[in-house]
């Protein structure tokens, strides 16, 4: 019953793929294997690593913590490296402007194993995606923040709070922008509420692309100020 079932499964995705090929978001090669996401095994395998999560000091942590902060960061780090006109350039345009939100949850799924692997953020009891201002998470129809966090706590058994952090200004796009200009941009644009009896929890602010770090210092500083008793993590799908 079972096997005859497989092979049911079997024709009607054979038969959904002659009606409508599915294609690879990286290569455009024909994706023939069974697989929930839009990318082709070869290229997820060649999808460029920071290997910075295997150190236990790495850039993204020391660039957070000799920001004008006055606490520190725990523990942070991020899983690829982001280079323009790259596969991972494709991969977080995809996931952001295509609607491809379960390239999102995969990449967050794929980035938790390796995570795992080294015993990172095992301490994090809580993780907060970086909030999306509702206007704009309306029309894109999801945050991709949330969504990466959501394959990290699948894998991580860490999970996701959404009560904490809001992003209460629309802000403008940051891509051109400088580390000033970014924070300045973003300053006021988060703010956290303190829940009691989460206040001395260690959290993990999770983001798509780690680029200047503003955008993580201003919802770490946000954080520390309504709970200033917590511990706070960070970690970015790709680094800049
Ligand atoms: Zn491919």
Redo the contacts with the bound molecule.
Sequence with gaps: MFQALNIFNNIISDLSDLVCPRV??????H?KVQTEIL??????E?LKKVDSFKKDQNEILSTVNLADLDFNIEYGCAFLKFDKHE?TQRLLHALKYFNQPQVAVKMGKIAGYQLKNYSRFKDCDFILPVPMHPDKQKKRGYNQAERISYGLSQVLNIPIEERILKKIINTKSQTRMNKIQRKENSQNAYCAQRIEELSKKHFLIVDDVFTTGATLEVCAEALHKVMPESKISIFALAKA
């Design positions: 690879c978001l990286i290569c455009n090669n994706i990318i082709c095994p070869e290229c997820t060649n596969n």
